[in-house]
């Protein structure tokens, strides 16, 4: 079974600059996650879909970063204007269905961002 | 505000020696999980626990589920190298947040 695709797996920008990641979830997952990671601390949830809907984006700084799950498959986070404290690791995730006992969510390697 | 704490923040210690790790938490979670990351991968799924007071034993890893569903925690036996990685627990009420993780070092 394949995973959850994450691309690029590295992208250094400089500030002000624009920046997109892509996800491609496991098949049939209908749960996609976003979070960031700084170095050496635990992954920050962004923003959550259900299906192409967002269930969850209360974390997510929209003045800057916007997300889009088109046709409850595929997933794109952008950033723009990128900052300084942006860089990070944004790791995509997906599971079966969100809210039930054992959801277990499988992650992407993630793509490590830099801002210059 | 959900928010999951863990503790402790980094901990390193020898091959052979045992340790816990904690997660607290004012909410109550329908179930915690426990993952593994290591570094440039995501992180792996270890144990589910649902039931209040449950305990589950993955080898030499223990987990526990507080009676209140608020908290848990993680005991390895005799830990080993290959245990060193960032430990997170991870909470769910229809979303999945995190706690900021233990960084575990085992040395030789």
């Known amino acids: 079974e394949a995973g959850v695709a994450q691309s690029p797996r590295y992208k250094i920008i400089e500030k002000r600059q624009s920046v997109a990641f892509w996800c491609n979830p496991i098949s049939g997952h209908a749960t996609l996650y976003w979070y960031q990671q700084i170095l050496g601390q635990g992954p920050k949830l962004l923003i959550q879909?259900?299906?192409?809907?967002?269930?969850?984006d209360s974390q997510l700084p929209k003045d800057r970063f916007s997300a889009e799950r088109l046709k409850g498959v595929d997933s794109t986070l952008k950033i723009q204007p990128a900052k300084l404290e942006d860089s990070a690791v944004y790791l995509c995730?997906?599971?079966?269905?969100?809210?039930?006992?054992?959801?277990?969510?499988?992650f992407g390697q993630g793509t490590r961002l830099t801002v210059v | 505000t959900q928010l999951l704490e863990q503790s402790p923040q980094f901990l390193s210690i020898q091959e052979g020696e045992n340790l816990t790790v904690y997660c607290n938490s004012s909410?109550?979670?329908?179930?915690l999980q426990w993952y593994r990351q290591e570094p440039g991968e995501g992180p792996v799924l270890l144990v589910t626990?649902?039931?209040?007071?449950e305990v589950k034993k993955l080898k030499r890893l223990t987990f526990q589920f507080g009676d209140a569903r608020k908290d848990s925690s993680l005991h390895i036996t005799a830990a080993q190298p290959g245990d060193t990685g960032l430990y997170l627990c991870g909470g769910s009420q229809g979303n999945l947040i995190f706690g900021k993780g233990t960084k575990l070092s085992v040395k030789p």
């Open positions: 626990v649902v039931t209040g007071g």
């Open positions: 909410s109550v979670f329908s179930s």
């Open positions: 995730a997906s599971s079966l269905m969100a809210g039930s006992m054992n959801t277990e969510a499988f």
């Open positions: 879909f259900q299906n192409n809907g967002v269930v969850d």
